[in-house]
């Protein structure tokens, strides 16, 4: 039983546009959610994040939007940038501890 | 922000032999670190929890006599695969957490031959 779903396995965007990549979830006892960006072969680095008590979080092209009765976030990155192909997981933390839940994953991949 | 190293970062092994996988986090103290497996095209998979001076906590379907962890130290916790064979091939992370999210390793590439 997947309890965080990217429901999106790829994405492809122009150079300029902007990118928006979805997550879902099941657990309504997640309290913290987190994006992470991926390189092959290398591990996992953190982008932002949001707490349940928040509906929006920015961080320079980065943004993420919670919708909890949707049991919904998204990243949106504008302007994107050939740099930011890669691939991006979501997590998602309960308050039982600090282990992570992650998505699928979503590969984006933006054109020149 | 916090860093956690993993070393080695790629490892080819024979099969049958054992390979020892470290994670150390750098500048701060961590009591729990988890360990994550990733298969080409997949999402991470939590293999286990480590926990400083206890057992470690195994998830559902993982080997703990094939996946042996070790978090003697507050800063330091080992994976190590025994007797490895070409199906344990893999990316495997170690992950710790703050209050402010997880950081991970750089990841470890096992090819086992």
């Known amino acids: 039983d997947q309890q965080v779903k990217q429901n999106s396995p790829s994405l492809s965007v122009q150079e300029g546009r902007i990118s928006i990549l979805n997550c879902d979830y099941t657990n309504s006892m997640f309290d913290y959610f987190l994006w992470y960006k991926k390189y092959p072969a290398e591990g996992p680095t953190f982008l932002i994040s949001?707490?349940?008590?928040?509906d929006k979080n920015e961080d320079g092209r980065f943004t993420v939007f919670l919708n909890k009765s949707a049991k919904h976030l998204s990243l949106h990155i504008v302007p994107s940038q050939p740099g930011d192909s890669a691939v991006y997981f979501c997590?998602?933390?309960?308050?039982?501890?600090?282990?992570?839940?992650f998505g699928g994953g979503t590969r984006l991949m933006v054109k020149p | 922000g916090a860093v956690v190293s993993q070393h080695p970062s790629w490892v080819i092994c024979k099969s049958g032999t054992s390979v020892k996988i470290e994670c150390r986090s750098l500048?701060?103290?961590?009591?729990?670190m988890f360990w994550y497996r990733q298969f080409p095209k997949q999402s991470l998979m939590l293999m286990a929890t480590?926990?400083?001076?206890?057992?470690?906590?195994?998830e559902q379907g993982v080997e703990k006599d094939k996946f042996l962890i070790n978090h003697a130290s507050l800063t330091l916790s080992t994976l190590t695969v025994t007797s490895a064979h070409p199906e344990d091939s893999s990316f495997y992370i170690c992950s710790a957490s703050l209050p402010q999210g997880a950081f991970f390793g750089q990841g470890t590439r096992l090819t086992v031959v």
């Open positions: 997590a998602a933390r309960g308050n039982a501890g600090n282990m992570l839940t």
């Open positions: 500048d701060f103290q961590a009591t729990t």
């Open positions: 949001i707490s349940s008590i928040k």
């Open positions: 480590s926990n400083e001076g206890s057992k470690a906590t195994y």
